[in-house]
């Protein structure tokens, strides 16, 4: 009994293995997947770099001065009359500003004419005096003595003349010229010191009364610093040319490009002891008024002749460590990794001085997925045309 049991389950193991065989088979035939296949090559983005004639620019900081700024005061003493003109506006040169109480100056201009006619009179008299004189001392009727004091009596009488001359030329630019302070200059003046009825004390020395101030507007100079090295630079690229040659450009602190045109006006004589620099000073012209003394700015002078330049867009430019690196692909397809010197930024283009070719493909997309030496695959595309001027810095 116990042996037929077990032949009887040996054929049926025997008959479960026939029929999963097939099945076996089967599945055997599908191969399993390759676990290390390579992955596609990355899609990247490649353009040539863009030529183009080029001037670096150096930026500066400075601040806009006055052309001409004068300080209005009173050569006369007296008491402030009037006021002519509201605080802060812009005044022509000849405009009245403030008057003096005239009336004292007119009665000294009155009395210096009636001593001039008085002194005139005297004059005449002694003229005549004299003339007939030179016949009586021909007739021996006076003496050559009398002859000679009535000379003297007319030679004094003309002294006199001329100086009683003087008191009036003075007493008139008195009443008609000081006693009515007209602006010297074109500007904005600024606001009144004093108010009418105020005794002004007057004179050409220190203590006289500040009454207002006035600031030429247009144009307008913009001064600023520059180091030695820098100087050395811009006077041997312009080879002794006169600096108002130099053509510059500036930016306020709340615009974004160089908008607005000007020249050099002068750089000093001398280099400070003190701090290694030499002044510069450009001027712009300013009809708008939106330039005032005082104010902060940028500008931009050009630190180079002109050359020609390789320029790809900034985001193609790699950071390792402390080299600057672009990555360009070969004719198999194989990105290869180029250091390079950069210069300005132009727009959304930077500036590449050494280390690239003008028929590199440089990867201008896509440059995270690279690695050098790594298979890719490149897809044309022009490099991105931009407009604007050079910054002066270099990253």
């Known amino acids: 009994?116990?042996?037929?049991?077990?032949?009887?389950?040996?054929?049926?193991?025997?008959?479960?293995?026939?029929?999963?065989?097939?099945?076996?088979?089967?599945?055997?035939?599908?191969?399993?997947?390759?676990?290390?296949?390579?992955p596609p090559p990355p899609a990247v983005t490649v353009a040539k770099p863009e030529k183009r004639t080029i001037v670096d620019q150096d930026e500066y900081v400075g601040r806009f001065a006055a052309v001409d700024s004068v300080e209005v005061r009173s050569r006369l003493s007296g008491y402030l009359a009037s006021i002519h003109f509201t605080d802060g506006q812009m005044v022509k040169k000849g405009d009245l500003l403030f008057t003096?109480?005239?009336?004292?100056?007119?009665?000294?201009?009155?009395?210096?004419?009636?001593?001039?006619?008085?002194?005139?009179?005297?004059?005449?008299?002694?003229e005549a005096d004299l003339a007939r004189g030179?016949?009586?001392?021909?007739?021996?009727?006076?003496?050559?003595?009398?002859?000679?004091?009535?000379?003297?009596?007319?030679?004094?009488?003309?002294?006199?003349v001329h100086a009683n001359e003087a008191l009036v030329h003075q007493a008139e630019l008195d009443f008609q010229e000081y006693s009515q302070l007209r602006a010297p200059i074109d500007g904005r003046i600024g606001d009144r010191r004093v108010s009418p009825g105020n005794l002004i004390p007057g004179g050409t020395s220190g203590s006289t009364t500040l009454l207002a101030t006035i600031v030429s507007i247009d144009p307008i100079r913009f001064e600023f610093t520059f180091d030695e090295s820098a100087y050395l630079r811009y006077e041997r690229m312009n080879r002794g040319k006169d600096w108002s040659s130099i053509p510059v450009k500036l930016k306020l602190l709340d615009e974004n490009g160089f908008e607005h045109d000007g020249r050099m006006d002068f750089v000093d004589n001398a280099i400070s002891q003190t701090s290694g620099t030499i002044r510069g000073r450009a001027v712009f012209a300013n009809p708008s008024g939106l330039f005032t003394p005082g104010m902060f700015g940028r500008i931009q002078v050009p630190g180079s002749p002109p050359y020609q330049a390789l320029l790809v867009p900034d985001v193609a430019i790699g950071t390792e460590q402390t080299r600057k690196f672009v990555m360009v692909v070969d004719g198999d397809n194989t990105a290869r990794q180029n250091y390079v010197t950069i210069g300005p930024t132009i727009g959304g283009l930077r500036v590449v001085k050494d280390g690239l070719k003008d028929d590199d493909n440089v990867i201008v997309d896509g440059l995270m997925r690279v690695r050098p030496g790594v298979k890719v695959k490149p897809q044309e595309k022009a490099a991105p045309a931009t407009a604007g001027g050079p910054s002066s810095k270099t990253d």
């Open 134 to 160: 030179e016949q009586l001392v021909r007739d021996k009727t006076i003496t050559t003595q009398v002859f000679d004091q009535r000379t003297q009596a007319k030679r004094v009488a003309e002294a006199a």
């Open 1 to 38: 009994m116990g042996h037929t049991h077990h032949r009887a389950a040996a054929r049926l193991t025997l008959a479960s293995l026939a029929l999963l065989s097939p099945l076996l088979a089967a599945c055997g035939s599908n191969p399993a997947p390759a676990q290390n296949a390579a």
């Open 100 to 126: 003096i109480d005239r009336r004292p100056f007119q009665m000294i201009l009155d009395q210096a004419r009636a001593n001039l006619a008085q002194s005139r009179a005297t004059l005449s008299y002694a």
